[in-house]
């Protein structure tokens, strides 16, 4: 199992202001993806890499960025924050088929 | 494409009932992957099992089991005498070969009632 950690796990932030999401593994995983999702409903992918400097936008459009740089760390950048990107954002790894997820960042945008 | 079904979006039960989550999966693959995982109130998404195309054999873990069935396109999920602390949202999701085209269903929230 992927020991998977996500910073912050809360953040409350004003319209407007960049944010950047962490996620970091442990397990040397080439590939990792990011999800939104409100809570308890479907997952949506965001966000996948497939290993260092390779990004992809995943099947929800959205105004957020990536960048892998290092194998175990993905990061997640808003530039520009709004109220509509309030929901919780899930980032996972895998090494074959199996996608193991951190905690999760639950963001909220005023 | 592939595809995940979860019929059932809410599902009540009381406690020490037994209770099966349903999960229908479309693929064109031969190689794939099924899975299931737990989110509780917490939000956190917990891996619970992965079975392969080619293994169609019934897995028994405490007081979960899974049900594989390749001839209905099926990997439904019992969980036999629930407590409160099954209650959550559960997801089915598949994949082809290495990850490929890795699809989450839609979810059934279980309440587990005292």
């Known amino acids: 199992e992927a020991d998977i950690y996500q910073t912050p796990r809360y953040l409350v932030i004003g319209t407007g202001k960049k944010i950047t999401l962490e996620c970091s593994q442990t397990?040397?995983?080439?590939?990792m993806y990011w999800y939104q999702q409100d809570p308890g409903m479907e997952l949506h992918l965001i966000h996948y890499?497939?290993?260092?400097?390779?990004?992809e936008k995943g099947d929800l459009s959205s105004e957020s960025t990536v960048s892998r740089i290092r194998t175990e760390h993905f990061p997640l950048t808003l530039e520009s924050a709004r109220p509509s990107h309030t929901s919780q954002y899930l980032c996972?790894?895998?090494?074959?088929?199996?996608?193991?997820f951190g905690p999760g960042t639950r963001l909220t945008v005023l | 494409a592939q595809k995940v079904t979860q019929a059932q979006t809410e599902i009540s039960v009381v406690e020490k009932e037994d209770v099966t989550l349903d999960c229908v999966y479309e693929?064109?693959?031969?190689?794939?992957?099924l899975f299931w995982y737990k989110q509780p109130p917490s939000g956190e998404l917990v891996f619970l099992i992965r079975?392969?195309?080619?293994?169609?054999q019934n897995e028994i873990s405490g007081r979960y089991s899974w049900n594989f069935q390749k001839s209905t396109s099926s990997f439904n999920f019992t969980i036999t005498a629930s407590q409160v602390v099954d209650s959550a949202v559960y997801f089915c999701?598949?994949?082809?070969?290495?990850?490929?085209?890795?699809?989450f269903g839609p979810g059934t929230r279980l309440s587990v009632l005292p």
């Open positions: 999701a598949l994949s082809g070969n290495y990850g490929q085209n890795f699809v």
């Open positions: 890499s497939y290993g260092v400097n390779s990004t």
């Open positions: 079975r392969n195309s080619f293994d169609e």
């Open positions: 693929t064109r693959d031969t190689t794939y992957y």
């Open positions: 996972a790894s895998s090494e074959l088929d199996t996608q193991y």
């Open positions: 397990m040397g995983h080439d590939k």
